[in-house]
């Protein structure tokens, strides 16, 4: 068996142990003869699986008891349409636009009320945060929007933004139990599990439970209505269990590891790591405002587009691999979520002089 540091945005490499986990139990989980994927989601079996998965979540993030924890299918981008749907009640909403997915959020906002953009980094290709401590909230904003980790340009909200009493919405996907938050400050928390958790296919939702009132816009699918999901504690269909399972394992996993505060402690040292070179490198450079960096994506160009390519081809050569950046931004990007290792990062930095010593 020989494994790859991969540093791929998402789906993203997952802890081994997790893996190792999911293969031994894959033919009998646990004396049922059966593999979770192939079990009732009405079974016992599955409704203790779901349940640790949310109490280890809970544990986790320390969520309070007045918020519900969804396990919903669509992708975070079902959430740009289901938030706008589910919480627009008069009819407005403020968002911050940091990026593509801010972005797309924001246009499909649009298809369902009075959307304001009431900031954006696009003047400088999305390289920074902006200052959001005073922005001129619409005073009546059902809601302030905001993406917290921009996966494509590699920065992150170091505060959030003052909503000035509104809720805010904010899309996690690729910050997700990365650090502690404090969950009380939030109205929603979501995010998509295949970049920091799990495997492709679904979105958690962290919701304030007085957000989840059914009063939702005329010709909402029930499937799209919040209360549909809550009420039925995730699975008023068949839900996306064997991811489920393994974002439960994963739960269990970052719990062995010392929880949010070490992983935020392991994060912050890979990323010192790789910023200290680009920062002290003659040829590579980081793409992002030193201020809004990003934990768990980092954006790198030479300058030179065809030495870009030179060095993704050879870096996949060595077992580095999807290091190629977002077809809109081009150069690299190294995602090192949680699961990658400190070791991951060490290895990438070595490949990196020894290849800017061959290309100087
Ligand atoms: C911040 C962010 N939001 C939303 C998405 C879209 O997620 P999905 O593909 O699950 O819809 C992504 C990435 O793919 C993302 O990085």
Not at 286 to 294: A, F, H, K, N, Y
């Amino acid at each position: 068996m020989s494994r790859v540091y991969n540093f791929s945005a998402g789906p993203a490499v997952l802890p081994e142990q997790v893996l190792k986990e999911l293969a031994e139990e894959m033919m009998d989980y646990r004396g049922c003869g059966m593999s979770v994927m192939e079990m009732s989601h009405r079974s016992p079996e599955f409704q203790q699986i779901i349940d640790e998965a949310e109490q280890d979540l809970r544990d986790l993030m320390n969520i309070p008891d007045n918020y519900k924890v969804l396990f919903l299918q669509g992708g975070a981008s079902q959430q740009f349409a289901m938030i706008p749907m589910n919480l627009m009640k008069n009819g407005v909403a403020d968002y911050i636009v940091t990026g593509q997915w801010a972005k797309k959020a924001y246009q499909e906002a649009q298809k369902y009320g009075k959307v304001n953009k009431i900031a954006s980094s696009e003047d400088k290709t999305f390289s920074y945060i902006p200052d959001c401590s005073n922005l001129d909230i619409s005073p009546d904003a059902d809601y302030v929007y905001i993406c917290e980790n921009n996966t494509i340009y590699g920065t992150k909200f170091k505060t959030l933004p003052n909503t000035k009493g509104k809720t805010l919405v904010a899309d996690v996907s690729s910050c997700f139990l990365s650090e502690p938050v404090d969950v009380s400050k939030y109205g929603i928390i979501y995010g998509g599990v295949q970049k920091n958790i799990g495997p492709a296919g679904m979105v958690i939702v962290i919701i304030r439970e007085d957000l989840i009132t059914g009063d939702v816009l005329p010709g909402t699918p029930t499937m799209l209505t919040y209360k549909t999901h809550a009420d039925a504690g995730s699975l008023y269909n068949t839900p996306n269990a064997y991811c489920i399972y393994v974002c439960g394992k994963v739960f269990k996993w970052l719990k062995s590891m010392g929880g949010l505060e070490e992983m935020k402690r392991r994060n912050e040292e890979k990323a010192k790591i790789l910023y200290d070179f680009l920062d002290e490198s003659k040829l590579f450079k980081g793409t992002v405002e030193p201020e809004s960096r990003s934990l768990m994506n980092v954006p790198f160009v030479t300058g030179d587009k065809d030495l870009d390519a030179k060095f993704v081809t050879e870096a996949k050569a060595a077992g580095f691999v999807n290091l190629k950046g977002h077809r809109t931004v081009g150069g690299m990007r190294a995602s090192i979520y949680n699961a990658m290792p400190k070791e991951g990062v060490e290895a990438l930095v070595a490949f990196m002089k020894k290849f800017e010593e061959e290309n100087a």
